[in-house]
């Protein structure tokens, strides 16, 4: 007998259960010499036993209840409930046997039924007898229990067998060097030669192989000179300016792509990569003449688009993007409101209008950007930061546009900045009134922002943890020296590039082959788990941390001696020297600085400096949007925030020497 195309194992099984079942037919009717008390106590034992057994296999925990209820039929044996009970029994052979896995464990069940109708044929004889039927009911519990009780130890010798039949390339090394079969065996592995050599491998389904170790990428790496050359940062430059004020609009364009992939059209101005690349302008240029025409064209862009009406029932300050060259508010779905463009968007033009009263252009900063009327709602960064005194808790989209909440990190962080930022430009245009509110809201805020520390790493928000948003807000939210919240050489800074960093050297595979191949650094990608567009590192987020690395490089003379502590968590986020300080520190935040660079760069010389939106995880070829802008923007700060990293080591030797 045998099941077509199966094994011995199968012909077997199916025998042992045939004759269970003939065994289980014919002690439904017992001999009359068995005292009945000796056949109750014989059944009372079967049904404890198989209902402990059930609990201690852990066979579908309700599987225990369906024994409740058939003992309940025992104990109250009226004839309808006799007959209701063959339901659940019939029920639970077949979840006990079928949840064993294989498909062919139903046959089995099907077997163990007939058995069902053996006693039910038999108890037409003796159903008027309510004692005699409780004892053919126990009986037929006898052959049932003996049925699962040898499918289990069978069981177990053919689960060994068939779990052991593991494909090589699906082999997990279970030994090393020098295990012997029986050392193999022993930790429950399976054992089969392997071209003349032992191999121990674990079996499948059985027990899980440990994690593999977590790779590392270490960021320690000694200078050899700016990552890019100065050609190199000039064409970066040119690519970023391609992209910036287009046709004399003042707009910026996020990409000059209209067609990639799920993000569809980039041709589009948003408000957040506009704040952010037009502050990048400011930030980088060597003198406000080479960048002011640009800049008064972005302060018309956004008189524009703040003074129309939005389609959408939601304040016009808080539109995602706008159409180019006509700034109207895009009208299809998106993420709204996003609640961080009116800070951004104020803490950059607080900047330039603070550059243009120091350059004596105040009559623009009156006429557009603090107009000290009602005249344009009072100006440009006047009407940004009124909605923010107003709104800050509003709920809102985070940076990717894809989730909500009322507290993003990033959103907080930026906002604080462009209240401070605004207070000293009010303060400036003689509005102390409005400085005060600003300031007074900036502490409100601050209080928020705390608590998204959480003793190891500053996260994003409660819906979403790990995110390099993070690392970009403070950046973004950077007040200058002298501003120690969330200091950059802190234990929140610091635990932050300690998580993300391992979180992303893990996720991504070209980070573990550069490693390997000796190119310095890591790439960054957005959170854990990113799916979009494939969930691949992003030039910008690296670039951030690269800034990150040379603010470090700054602080490093202001901060006093770092506590031991503090310092093995810049050692574990950078993998430096133990025991630097001063310009020794330094030098090695240059240099990991200098490695993530030198990481960018490895993968965008392929396409002469282009950079796409993000990089591949496997190969490490640009994908995605191409020509970012908000790309080149972060690049430039990094360049810029070298220089200010080196200038400072430089100052140190002077006044060493």
């Not at 044996?77 to 007959?83: A, K």
């Not at 052979?93 to 099907?110: R, Y």
């Not at 930030?283 to 003449?289: D, F, I, N, P, S």
């Not at 635990?495 to 960093?501: K, M």
Request: charged share 20%; aromatic share 10%.
């Amino acid at each position: 007998v045998g099941f077509p195309g199966e094994g011995t194992w199968a012909r077997c099984r199916f025998a042992i259960i045939t004759c269970l079942h003939r065994l289980s037919c014919q002690i439904c009717l017992p001999p009359p010499e068995i005292p009945d008390a000796f056949r109750l106590l014989v059944a009372a034992g079967l049904y404890g036993g198989a209902g402990t057994a059930c609990a201690a296999t852990g066979r579908l925990g309700f599987g225990v209840a369906l024994y409740v209820s058939l003992g309940l039929a025992r104990i109250f044996p009226q004839r309808w409930l006799l007959v209701v009970a063959i339901v659940p029994v019939g029920v639970l052979n077949w979840l006990l046997v079928h949840s064993s896995g294989p498909l062919t464990h139903v046959i089995p069940a099907l077997v163990v039924a007939v058995s069902e109708l053996c006693w039910v044929r038999t108890m037409q004889k003796v159903l008027d007898e309510w004692f005699e039927s409780f004892v053919a009911l126990m009986f037929f519990y006898l052959g049932t229990v003996m049925v699962f009780a040898c499918l289990a130890a069978a069981g177990v010798a053919v689960a060994l067998a068939d779990t052991c039949d593991v494909e090589g390339s699906a082999r997990k090394d279970c030994g090393v060097l020098g295990t012997t079969q029986s050392d193999c065996e022993a930790k429950g592995c399976c054992w089969r030669p392997a071209d003349s050599v032992a191999w121990c491998f674990y079996p499948q389904g059985g027990p899980a192989p440990p994690p593999p170790p977590r790779a590392e990428c270490k960021l320690a790496y000694k200078s050899k000179g700016p990552p890019f050359s100065d050609e190199e940062e000039a064409k970066v430059r040119g690519y970023f300016l391609a992209n910036i004020d287009i046709q004399g609009s003042g707009a910026v364009v996020a990409a000059p792509d209209h067609n990639t992939g799920p993000g569809g059209d980039y041709y589009f101005h948003w408000e957040r990569d506009g704040a952010l690349s037009t502050h990048a302008l400011l930030a980088t240029a060597e003198k406000l003449a080479d960048v002011d025409e640009h800049l008064q064209h972005y302060v018309q862009w956004v008189l524009k688009v703040q003074n129309q009406a939005d389609p959408h029932g939601i304040d016009i300050r808080t539109e995602p993007k706008y159409t180019i060259p006509d700034g109207k508010p895009f009208e299809g779905a998106w993420c709204r409101p996003q609640t961080d463009g009116p800070g951004l968007r104020a803490k950059t033009l607080a900047e330039y209008g603070l550059a243009l009263l120091d350059a004596g252009k105040g009559d623009f900063v009156k006429q557009n950007l603090w107009t000290g009327s009602d005249e344009k709602h009072g100006g440009a960064v006047k009407y940004d930061l009124e909605w923010l005194v107003s709104n800050w808790q509003q709920s809102g989209c985070d940076l990717w546009e894809e989730i909500q909440s009322e507290d993003f990190f990033w959103g907080r962080f930026t906002m604080r900045a462009g209240l401070e930022m605004g207070a000293q430009f009010a303060e400036k245009m003689g509005d102390k009134d409005a400085a005060g509110r600003y300031r007074g809201v900036k502490a409100d805020i601050e209080k928020t922002i705390m608590g998204h520390f959480d003793g190891t790493f500053v996260f994003e928000s409660q819906n979403r943890k790990k995110d390099s948003a993070v690392i970009e807000a403070f950046n973004v939210g950077d007040l200058g020296p002298g501003d120690m919240f969330f200091d950059v050489l802190g234990k929140e800074v610091l635990g932050t590039v300690v998580t993300l960093n391992d979180l992303f050297c893990n996720a991504y595979e070209i980070n573990q082959k550069d490693s390997a191949a000796g190119i310095p650094g890591i790439l960054y990608g957005r959170y854990e788990n990113d799916s979009y567009d494939g969930g691949n590192p992003w030039v910008l987020l690296s670039a951030s941390l690269a800034t990150l690395l040379y603010r470090m490089s700054a602080a490093a003379f202001e901060h006093g001696p770092l506590d031991a502590s503090t310092y093995a968590l810049l050692q574990k986020a950078t993998h430096i020297e133990s025991g630097l300080s001063g310009n020794a520190l330094a030098e090695a935040l240059l240099g990991a600085g200098d490695g993530v660079m030198l990481r960018i760069k490895h993968h965008v010389q392929a396409t002469d400096l282009h950079m796409a939106e993000q990089i591949s995880r496997h190969d490490g070829s640009m994908t995605s949007a191409k020509d970012l802008t908000w790309n080149y923007a972060n690049m430039l700060k990094a360049f810029n925030a070298r220089t200010a990293a080196a200038k400072a080591i430089a100052a140190t030797r002077v006044l060493v020497v």
